[in-house]
């Protein structure tokens, strides 16, 4: 039966960790947990982690490339010969050296379509090449377990891959997630519902919002004042200009997508943390689709990496458990070649970031070919060599004892890559 | 379809009407054969008599009650012929300037003036001293508040929010805009979307409101493309401004594909329109030397020596190698005959009618819609004359969930708030909280307008908040009562009078179309 095989596998895995918390215990339960962070636009991937060795990169990119590095902070951060962090991910650079910080150069959907809303939809449903509608993968993987691995959005008002059958969380972005609200008045919340009885769609709606929100208003109310009073104090893994700053950007209304970030990691943290049934995390920012003055080291690109590094070392501290992954991935890459305007336009494969203690970090996976003319997508952007739906796959298989005749329902049609075993720890 | 399928689809819908009807006019069959145009009517009965047809109209073709609109629909013959009236005058008002408060005058300026008002902000900048940095943070309560002259340090920004305040009161004041017009402009500039944060882009949102989407919103869908590919607003937003041939390009300059891509796929054909990568970087190709101008009264410059006079092919279309000079009407071309493909007929035929109809609206109606539009070169109006004959426009069974914008300018028009700023920021705040700020959806894809992405738990427990919030102690609108089903009338009457238009507002009539 198949949820004995379920208990089986989780058991399996869960095993290789000596000290698991009582809560891996519960039935039904694998204990990782999985955050996605989306970036919408087509994140420029060779930016971020910048492959410095190959002196193509230089000649493809005379104006916006990441410098060599010469360990200033205007210059990539060496992770090996061939590549390096981008300098505003500084903060980062702790998290691969202590090996909990890898990424894959050559992912992607295997779907050639450089439309942005396109590849968002087929990675969000798993389904490279349908633009039908349908269920989001994240709402079909809570509804093969269901309840107790349910999954939560913060900031977008229904992202596709949280649309499906499955009741999920979805949460506003910044401060309004603090705000409980009228409903939270009985009187209120009972004359309301009273009026949409004959009305299911919006009865059943109203009902889960307000019980959604009473629990989550009073959860990250405590949990912002206990941050702001350590805020002295910073955690160990922060650098130094991490979440207080992004807290207050991110009140702002009006304020450039990414710099919201943080705070919503931090409101996603919170409320994963509090209700252990919530195992499926989706977070997104836009503003990514840098097709002029993308710059290097300063400029719009630069500043959405820096927030998302702060972002990530948000999440760093909230999903520190032994099976917590945390992924960062966008549509797809951008051109190889800078374009006619110190910018890149939409190219296909893109680089991948995985955090987590169950990540074999401080590495890089898979293939990577190069930036040769002749090993380059259509002559002009990076090759895809793992669909990123293997490498979910890795990732639920080895964190959330998901079996492969599962994901093969979750992603119809991918295969195993077994190019990326090593990609998390044994 | 045969009739009789229609007929009888249409009385089961009737009974699944919750609002009161106008007594005998309800039982009131059909209607003539000619609409107000004299084009064919369908040759079915339509109930458009009713009062549940009435409050459709107003809220599709509007965005809700006002006192006048209540009295203009119910002393209409029908629904039908009022929303046909709707539509000529919605047309009509489209060709003439609109009526601008003074507060908003600015956003009318002209392109020149608006270039110049952005060049002595940059001035302004560079003028202060680093010792006295400016103060940008400014207040919320003061964000609308235009009673001073706007200051050349800030004027972007008031140009931002004065185009923000035409879209929250020209949906909600009839007298300055008529209703169906400001929805057209709203669907034609989320169809063209641009986001007005992009920074050269912010003076222009006003402008190309009024001038493209608005002026446009009724007439020839080819025009429309053609004035959005024009203006400063979209030239900005999606790269074509700096967008040239490589072999002509002083410094680092050449092709950039961003709009070229978003036009076929956006604006015209649709993401399974037939047209490859090639097809993109030639459309690019075809288009370089399109940028802007300061001076001009147009905004919009072809600059010949940044063009690529090669030969280029796009949807089969040859453009022969020519003097650069020609590039100007190239680009004319091949956006004229894109505009008119059948691939094109059949997105823009969807989306209306996913706007204005259904979420998945039915097949015959496209079919219907996309041949008007081919037949007639592509005339909105006649697109939309289609549409509101159409039995599926009128059926209760196909309902429509309002986006959070939508429900900003019902809420508006019900609180009548017109002129309380206060009221204008707490509904420009809720449509931002919501997930959609106005002018500021980043991607050119626009907004989607469907139940699925709207109507979940956390955004309908924020547009009740909104509802309670915006109308607590606003007046009673007794006339709005008979319009509620059984069960919204009692909620409503079990409230306090401070809290009774909030009710009103949350109830389910005012939440969807």
């Known amino acids: 039966m198949q949820i004995n095989r379920r208990h089986a596998l989780m058991f399996l895995g869960a095993n290789a960790w000596a000290m698991r918390p009582a809560w891996a215990d519960a039935p039904g339960s694998a204990a990782g947990r999985l955050v996605l962070v989306f970036l919408r636009g087509a994140y420029d991937g060779i930016s971020a982690l910048v492959p410095h060795g190959d002196p193509r990169y230089y000649q493809l990119r005379p104006s916006i490339a990441i410098a060599k590095p010469d360990g200033s902070l205007s210059s990539a951060l060496a992770l090996d010969p061939l590549f390096g962090l981008h300098p505003a991910m500084a903060g980062l650079l702790p998290l691969w050296q202590q090996g909990v910080l890898a990424a894959i150069p050559g992912a992607g959907s295997p779907d050639s379509t450089r439309s942005h809303f396109d590849a968002q939809h087929h990675w969000e449903t798993g ?216 910018g890149t336009d939409h190219g296909h494969g893109n680089v991948m970031w995985l955090m987590g203690n169950a990540v074999a970090g401080g590495r890089w996976h898979g293939q990577w070919s190069g930036l040769a003319q002749g090993d380059l997508n259509e002559g002009r952007d990076l090759p895809v060599h793992h669909d990123f739906r293997a490498i979910f796959a890795h990732i639920l298989a080895g964190t959330q004892g998901v079996a492969r005749e599962d994901t093969e329902r979750l992603f119809p049609g991918y295969r195993w890559d077994a190019r990326l075993d090593g990609l998390l720890r044994a | 379809m045969p009739n009789s399928r229609l007929h009888r689809r249409y009385r089961l819908a009737a009974l699944g009407i919750v609002l009161l009807v106008l007594g005998a006019c309800a039982q009131t069959p059909g209607l003539g054969t000619r609409s107000p145009a004299g084009e064919a009517a369908p040759s079915v009965n339509l109930d458009t008599r009713s009062m549940a047809a009435r409050w459709r109209a107003l809220n599709r073709l509007g965005y809700g009650p006002s006192p006048a609109l209540l009295q203009s629909i119910q002393s209409a013959p029908d629904a039908r012929q009022w929303a046909h009236a709707q539509l000529d005058a919605a047309w009509a008002d489209s060709q003439r300037a609109p009526t601008l408060p003074p507060t908003l005058a600015e956003i009318d300026l002209t392109l020149p003036q608006l270039f110049e008002g952005a060049k002595k902000e940059r001035q302004a900048r560079a003028a202060v001293s680093a010792a006295s940095p400016v103060n940008e943070a400014l207040p919320i309560e003061k964000r609308f508040d235009f009673s001073q002259p706007t200051e050349a340090l800030h004027f972007n920004r008031t140009m931002v929010n004065k185009a923000v305040v035409w879209r929250l009161a020209s949906c909600s004041e009839d007298g300055l805009e008529n209703p169906l017009l400001a929805r057209m402009t709203e669907f034609w500039f989320n169809h063209f979307n641009i986001y007005q944060n992009k920074g050269p882009v912010r003076p222009f949102g006003g402008h190309y409101a009024l001038h493209v989407a608005r002026a446009h919103a009724l007439g020839k869908f080819e025009d429309l493309v053609l004035a959005s590919a024009q203006h400063p607003a979209m030239l900005f937003y999606l790269d074509q401004w700096q967008s040239v041939d490589p072999q002509s390009a002083r410094g680092n300059r050449g092709l950039n594909e961003n709009y070229a891509r978003e036009l076929l796929e956006l604006h015209t054909l649709g993401v399974h329109g037939g047209y490859t990568q090639d097809d993109v970087r030639d459309l690019a190709r075809v288009l370089t030397g399109w940028t802007i101008s300061a001076q001009s009264p147009t905004g919009f410059q072809f600059v010949s020596r940044s063009h690529d006079a090669g030969i280029k092919t796009v949807l089969g279309q040859k453009y022969p190698a020519s003097p650069a000079q020609a590039g100007q009407s190239e680009g004319e071309q091949a956006i004229r005959f894109l505009a008119r493909q059948p691939a094109t007929a059949k997105r823009i035929a969807l989306r209306l009618a996913q706007y204005f109809v259904a979420d998945a609206p039915p097949p015959d109606l496209l079919a219907a819609m996309e041949a008007r539009f081919l037949a007639s070169g592509g005339d909105i109006r006649q697109v939309m004359r289609v549409l509101l004959d159409s039995p599926a426009f009128w059926a209760s069974e196909n309902r429509l969930f309002k986006t959070p914008y939508e429900f900003a300018c019902t809420a508006l028009r019900t609180v009548r708030a017109a002129e309380n700023r206060s009221k204008w920021v707490q509904a420009w705040g809720y449509a931002a909280a919501a997930g959609q700020p106005i002018h500021q959806w980043q991607t050119p894809d626009g907004y989607p307008f469907d139940s699925a992405t709207w109507l979940t738990p956390e955004a309908l427990t924020r547009r009740v908040d909104f509802a309670l919030n915006i109308a607590r102690n606003a007046p009673e609108w007794d006339a709005l009562y008979p319009l509620l089903s059984p069960d919204s009338r009692n909620a409503v009457l079990q409230q306090g009078p401070a809290q009774r238009l909030g009710f009103v507002l949350g109830s389910p009539e005012f939440m969807y179309k």
Not at chain 1, 317 to 330: I, K, L, M, T, Y
């Open chain 1, 127 to 342: 389904l490279p090449g349908s633009s039908a509608s349908g269920a989001g993968w994240m709402n079909r993987l809570s509804t093969l377990y269901g309840k107790e691995r349910s999954a939560l959005g913060v900031g977008e008002a229904n992202p596709q891959i949280l649309v499906g059958p499955q009741p999920v969380q979805l949460l506003a972005s910044g401060q309004a997630a603090t705000r409980a609200g009228a409903l939270a008045d009985t009187r209120t919340r009972e004359a309301i519902l009273k009026m949409y009885a004959a009305n299911p769609g919006l009865a059943q709606a109203a009902q889960a919002g307000a019980d959604s929100r009473m629990q989550t208003a009073a959860t990250l109310t405590l949990a912002q004042n206990e941050a702001a009073m350590a805020a002295a104090a910073p955690p160990a893994m922060a650098s130094p200009a991490t979440s207080d700053n992004a807290i207050q950007q991110a009140a702002n209304n009006g304020a450039p997508p990414t710099q919201g970030l943080a705070l919503d990691a931090q409101n996603l943290g919170t409320l994963m943390g509090k209700n252990r049934q919530l195992r499926l995390g989706f977070l997104s920012a836009g503003g990514w689709d840098t097709h002029l003055n993308q710059g290097n080291t300063t400029g719009t690109l630069n500043n959405n990496l820096a927030n998302l590094s702060r972002a990530l070392l948000q999440l760093r501290r909230h999903f520190s458990e032994p099976q917590d992954v945390v992924v960062v991935a966008s549509e797809f890459g951008r051109t190889c070649a800078e374009n006619g305007t110190r």
